[in-house]
């Protein structure tokens, strides 16, 4: 059996990820938490930011024809949370199957393989999380399925301009390239799409709910997964906020 994940970020160029630089790289130097602070609340902060600079807000790009291009089983789960962390958690189990999956594919402005300046090595982080002091997160789910017996497979947006920048240390060994728009010889049997709150500004979410309902899959949201979707529409509080600038400064 095999899995199909996607990240939403796929489709959100930043320099950071090895996309272009363009003329305002500073406006995309943004930390990154997975909490409502970094999900939610900071990104009216980073939309004014954009406006200040005259910059038109980047949007998701190139998901429209992007499911077509697989070969993805009648019938089958596309599960579905904020975070890829999630991912860790969806088996051939929860199929009716046993075992690992044969091959997990990653579409992904990142590789979700372990950090080295978070663990030494993938030995390090099983014994961390065998000991109870790490545990599984966005950043190295794919250990999960690795540790489980799977072959993992990380593909890059095609906006990434090369490996070289940033450079890529995965825990493990995994097979890593950039997407020519080939695809998997495989027939998949779930799909997991993230959303990726903390990476993917708010005012992107109604392409998301595009790009989610187009899949050719039966939509599953993981339990227990939290979040609010769409978010708050920050364009419409700044429209707002304008609006009142301009009622105070007529007084």
């Given at each position: 059996m095999h899995l199909l994940v996607v990240d939403w970020d796929f489709f959100y160029s930043t320099p950071a990820a090895g996309g272009p630089l363009g003329d305002h790289p500073e406006l995309f130097s943004w930390p990154v938490a997975e909490d409502?602070?970094?999900?939610?609340?900071?990104?009216?902060?980073?939309?004014?930011?954009?406006?200040?600079?005259?910059?038109?807000?980047?949007?998701c790009e190139g998901y429209e024809d992007f499911w077509g291009?697989?070969?993805?089983?009648?019938?089958?789960?596309?599960?579905?949370?904020?975070?890829?962390?999630?991912?860790?958690?969806?088996?051939?189990?929860?199929l009716g199957g046993s075992g690992p999956w044969e091959s997990v594919h990653l579409y992904d402005a990142h590789h979700d393989c372990g950090y080295k300046r978070n663990d030494r090595s993938f030995a390090a982080w099983k014994r961390g999380v065998l000991?109870?002091?790490?545990g599984i997160s966005a950043e190295n789910w794919m250990l999960a399925h690795y540790w489980n017996g799977s072959h993992v497979f990380v593909h890059f947006p095609s906006w990434r301009e090369s490996l070289a920048r940033p450079v890529e240390e995965p825990l493990i060994p995994v097979s890593m390239r950039i997407d020519n728009g080939s695809v998997p010889r495989v027939a998949f049997d779930a799909v997991f799409l993230c959303r990726s709150g903390a990476?993917?500004?708010?005012?992107?979410?109604?392409?998301f709910a595009e790009f989610l309902h187009s899949c050719p899959a039966c939509p599953v949201e993981v339990v227990g997964n939290v979040w609010k979707q769409p978010r708050d529409d920050v364009r419409k509080m700044q429209r707002l906020w304008e609006k009142l600038l301009s009622v105070s400064s007529g007084d």
């Open positions: 409502p602070v970094h999900v939610e609340a900071i990104w009216l902060k980073r939309l004014r930011a954009f406006v200040a600079a005259g910059v038109k807000l980047p949007r291009r697989f070969d993805i089983n009648v019938g089958a789960k596309v599960f579905y949370a904020d975070s890829n962390a999630w991912a860790s958690q969806i088996f051939p189990s929860d000991s109870g002091e790490k990476w993917v500004p708010s005012w992107c979410d109604d392409q």
